[in-house]
């Protein structure tokens, strides 16, 4: 829009929260480069987890929204289509509203309204469920930053993640990717990561070591800075 462009090119200084972010910026409203700062996100959700498993079968795990670029129709359509994946794990969706008309008829039709479950809530049961996932899958088509990714990393949960965007800058190699137009990669890459469980360790450690190069802190003290610089 005009009022983003104005802005942008008149600002002192700019925030992106990824160098996809930047590139978007510069690439959409010729932002001045030198202008801009990326500064990343950190994560909020740390509740330790004592409390044994919310959902006790297997389950592959989704949080967010399920429209658009968020590209859940993907991770749906690799779930009914494997039936390795929906005969021995349930998908379990947190957040994003409950299952719409359409979505259940979906399910129903798929023979999987049994399998697929919708949870929400607090951030307990949120904690709960990363803990416990065999997986974390992130199938999103574009994010400025990601901090589910953050939140699986610090649960110890191993990710696979669409390869577009941010992702990849956030979760580095403490993911294993996917092309987000292709279910069958999907598939593919799901299996990989569960039928072997040394990369699932090593997918784990990772995470956990990655997520803690993020943080609120470090977020506040390179924002503080910035804003001196500028002034």
């Known amino acids: 829009s005009e009022n983003k462009q104005y802005t942008t090119l008149n600002a002192d200084g700019i925030i992106c929260i990824s160098e996809s972010t930047k590139r978007d910026l510069i690439e959409k409203f010729n932002a001045p480069e030198h202008k801009i700062k990326v500064i990343y996100h950190g994560n909020s959700l740390k509740i330790d987890v004592t409390a044994p498993p919310i959902h006790k079968a297997p389950y592959l795990f989704y949080v967010g929204s399920r429209k658009g670029y968020k590209n859940f129709d993907t991770l749906f359509k690799a779930y009914k289509n494997c039936n390795k994946l929906n005969s021995q794990f349930h998908l379990i969706c947190f957040g994003g509203g409950r299952f719409s008309g359409k979505e259940k008829t979906e399910f ?9 479950f919708h949870y929400s809530g607090s951030d307990e049961t949120l904690a709960n469920l990363y803990k416990y996932a065999s997986l974390f899958i992130y199938p999103s088509k574009y994010e400025g930053f990601g901090i589910p990714l953050l939140e699986a990393m610090h649960y110890g949960c191993p990710i696979v993640s669409g390869d577009k965007s941010s992702l990849p800058e956030v979760a580095g190699d403490a993911a294993v990717y996917f092309d987000t137009e292709s279910a069958e990669e999907l598939i593919d890459k799901i299996l990989f990561v569960l039928n072997d469980s040394d990369l699932q360790n090593q997918l784990r450690e990772k995470g956990i070591a990655r997520e803690k190069l993020f ?9 503080y800075d910035f804003y001196k610089e500028i002034m």
């Open 215 to 223: 943080g609120w802190d470090i977020c506040s003290k390179q924002t």
């Open 108 to 116: 129903r039709k798929a023979g999987l309204d049994k399998k697929i």
